[in-house]
């Protein structure tokens, strides 16, 4: 036998649903599972011809065409996924007839639960944004992936109060980007603002098509799940490969002090470190994320030192 067998391997693996994927929905996953896991070859390749300390970006991006290539392996396989009652059956349709039950793939949503923080977390990481920032921006999409998930496995109209749910999390995280997120892009200028200026405004655009993808394939039924493959399949390959390549272009003359971010080689000791000027004199004030405290930064203090200045009596000490 030759060509794409997955589905006839697996077609006793667990529950089938009426409505599934094709050898033309398989062969897609298949490909789109390639394009990952080249993109992840090619990244870590890339991040080996950097000193350590700069292979931040290249680890994360590699981190998240790795998973993506392991949930489209999945996907490919018609495995992961289980048989849901649709709320519309459409029986006059011509693409998805009248199927009682369509399958819904939760491996894809254990993908975004670990790929789209990571998306997340590059931008914030970009715009230099604070600790706290991060942590409830990064909660938020967590909440958005996980209301998506239990709508798409609800068979009644109540699915739709968890896509309400999440796009209000959606908004959320657009409301950080495009707010929050742009101030501190803004001081901190040159390269790194306008990285997170392209990489924002291109994701942003990409996420607010997903919802519609959910609607018509999980949420409505109104698609085939090959349909439904090849639209999801053409933003994850954008909002991922595409995101990958704006990014570290973006990144690739961008030191990471110029992002705030104190990380020293392993045989670098902390005095040469300090006395090379790659991190904050000792002593000095850092938030949670590792950056210091300095000149023009918002949270800056000046450090009050037991040296009087010239004529000025010295404070006692108790």
Request: contains cysteine; glycine residues 10%; aromatic residues 12%.
């Amino acid at each position: 036998m030759s060509g794409n067998q997955a589905l006839n391997a697996n077609r006793y693996v667990g529950q089938q649903a009426d409505l599934q994927i094709t050898n033309h929905g398989s062969d897609w996953y298949y490909t789109v599972c390639a394009l990952m896991g080249l993109t992840t070859l090619i990244i870590m390749g890339l991040a080996f011809r950097k000193p350590q300390t700069h292979r931040l970006f290249h680890y994360i991006t590699a981190a998240i065409t790795a998973v993506a290539c392991v949930a489209y392996f999945a996907m490919a396989s018609n495995l992961g996924q289980l048989p849901i009652l649709v709320e519309w059956a459409r029986p006059g349709s011509r693409w998805v007839r009248a199927a009682g039950t369509r399958e819904v793939f939760y491996a894809r949503y254990i993908d975004w639960a670990i790929t789209t923080p990571l998306l997340l977390l590059e931008l914030l990481l970009t715009a230099g944004v604070p600790t706290p920032t991060i942590l409830v921006t990064l909660l938020a999409d967590v909440f958005m992936i996980v209301c998506g998930l239990i709508g798409a496995l609800t068979q009644t109209r109540y699915k739709w109060g968890f896509w309400t749910f999440g796009m209000a999390a959606l908004f959320f995280i657009a409301y950080e980007l495009l707010f929050d997120a742009r101030r501190h892009a803004n001081v901190l200028g040159g390269d790194p603002k306008k990285t997170f200026w392209t990489c924002g405004v291109w994701l942003l655009l990409l996420w607010f098509l997903y919802p519609i993808a959910w609607g018509l394939s999980e949420g409505g039924n109104v698609i085939h799940p090959d349909s439904e493959a090849i639209f999801y399949g053409i933003l994850d390959v954008l909002s991922k490969i595409g995101f990958a390549g704006l990014l570290l272009w973006g990144h690739r003359k961008t030191s990471p002090r110029a992002l705030g971010r104190n990380i020293r080689e392993p045989d670098q000791t902390v005095e040469k470190y300090h006395h090379n000027g790659g991190g904050a004199s000792e002593g000095a004030p850092s938030n949670l994320s590792g950056t210091t405290a300095g000149a023009g930064h918002p949270t800056a203090h000046p450090v009050a030192t037991g040296h009087a200045a010239p004529g000025v009596a010295a404070p006692a000490h108790v």
